[in-house]
């Protein structure tokens, strides 16, 4: 069938329809290569949540762990399809949240709070990292506050980017339980109320906040 096009005129269209084939494919390789590298990574979530993949926190009763991963527009949890994709072991994805909190505890803001005496109070944690409570769930809170805090630390996750820390040993934990309160009704993305207790054995959910008042 004629085309009106000459023989030449037809060869480069067919080499830019093709080249600009290939293109596209390896655009979409590298996609998926990116997407597959992005972070992943544990955080604390409400049992109130809906989530296809998720463990009560050890101790918890209203504290959930979730699996999320970064994507173009922030992150998501993972579907259970996605995580049988990607082949994921809740072994695997511990040993990543992990390795990732020492830096986002190097970026952090931190803030000291002191009584009139110089005595520590309570310290938050606020980032907009979306990952920020899985500091929870690894020894670098402890490690890092140990010495400012006490051996034992009770950490309250509010809200998904602002953690609060409170010696558990002769802290004012209780003085503070109901402003805490109105905060996490307040908070845009809250998570719990449940006292996280972090020492040399690691973490586990102690209490929880009283929400009357």
């Known amino acids: 069938m004629a085309t009106g096009f000459p023989d030449s005129a037809k060869q ?5 329809w093709l080249v600009s084939l290939l293109g596209f494919l390896a655009m979409s390789d590298h996609h998926s290569e990116d997407a597959a590298a992005r972070k992943v990574g544990f955080l604390l979530e409400g049992s109130f949540e809906d989530h296809e993949i998720a463990r009560m926190a050890e101790g918890a009763t209203k ?4 699996p999320f991963y970064e994507w173009d527009y922030g ?16 072994e ?3 040993e990543w949240t992990k390795a990732s909190t020492k830096e986002i505890m190097e970026e952090v803001k931190a ?3 002191r009584d009139e005496r110089g005595i520590v109070e309570y310290v938050i944690l606020a980032d907009k990292n979306p990952f920020l409570t899985g500091l929870i769930l690894s020894p670098v809170v402890h490690e890092t ?8 630390i009770h950490a309250i996750p509010i ?27 307040r908070a845009p993305l809250p998570v719990t109320l449940e006292i996280f207790l972090l020492d040399d054995s690691g973490y586990r959910v102690v209490g929880e906040l009283r929400r009357g008042g």
Do not use: M, Q
């Open 159 to 185: 809200d998904r980017n602002r953690i609060y820390l409170f010696p558990a040993t002769g802290g004012s934990l209780k003085e503070y339980g109901p402003a805490l309160v109105d905060e996490f009704r």
């Open 63 to 66: 504290t959930v762990v979730v």
């Open 111 to 113: 803030d000291v709070i």
């Open 12 to 16: 480069r269209l067919l080499r830019f």
């Open 145 to 152: 506050y140990r010495d400012l805090l006490g051996d034992r």
């Open 75 to 90: 992150i998501r949890a993972f579907s259970e399809a996605e995580w049988k994709k990607r082949g994921l072991t809740w």
């Open 92 to 94: 695997k994805v511990d």
